[in-house]
């Protein structure tokens, strides 16, 4: 049961990363210029980092915590937990100067339901 959780938590972590995008584009509807950089080249390290935080690393944690039968698979998964923890509050520090009122709420409930990950897997390995 405990690792059911911990993968909803993972599932709603990967969610709340979706709808961080989605909150980023919203004032396309209100005609608000939204690019960062008119030059029309988009970062590929960029673009790569996030699609590795937002899918690559849930995914990996995911799957540790289905088909890891050892206490190494418990590790990986508490080392991802931590990295995602220590990404949410740096990303939440870096955002919260915005225009964007609505990442306020969801960086606030990132970072809540990060900790909530990172205390859930601690207690998976120390259980095991």
Same mark, same amino acid.
């Given at each position: 049961?405990?690792?059911?959780?911990?993968?909803?938590?993972?599932?709603?972590?990967?969610?709340?990363?979706?709808?961080?995008?989605?909150?980023?584009?919203?004032?396309?509807?209100?005609?608000?210029?939204?690019?960062?950089?008119?030059?029309?080249?988009?970062?590929?390290?960029?673009?790569?980092?996030?699609?590795?935080?937002?899918?690559?690393?849930?995914?990996?944690?995911?799957?540790?915590?289905?088909?890891?039968?050892?206490?190494?698979?418990?590790?990986?998964?508490?080392? %991802?937990?931590? !990295? @995602?923890? /220590?990404?949410? +509050? &740096?990303? $939440?520090?870096?955002?919260?100067?915005?225009?964007?009122?609505?990442?306020?709420? %969801?960086?606030? !409930? @990132?970072? /809540?339901?990060? +900790? &909530?990950? $990172?205390?859930?897997?601690?207690?998976?390995?120390?259980?095991?």
């Amino acid at each position: 049961m405990e690792r059911i959780k911990t993968i909803v938590l993972w599932g709603l972590i990967m969610i709340g990363l979706a709808n961080h995008s989605i909150i980023d584009l919203l004032p396309l509807f209100w005609s608000v210029n939204i690019a960062i950089d008119s030059s029309g080249v988009a970062p590929q390290a960029m673009l790569v980092m996030m699609s590795c935080l937002s899918y690559l690393i849930p995914v990996a944690a995911i799957l540790c915590l289905l088909y890891g039968k050892n206490r190494l698979s418990l590790y990986c998964n508490l080392t %991802l937990a931590l !990295l @995602m923890l /220590v990404f949410c +509050v &740096l990303h $939440a520090a870096v955002e919260l100067p915005s225009d964007n009122t609505g990442q306020y709420v %969801l960086m606030f !409930l @990132m970072i /809540v339901v990060s +900790v &909530l990950l $990172a205390m859930k897997s601690w207690r998976l390995v120390k259980k095991s």
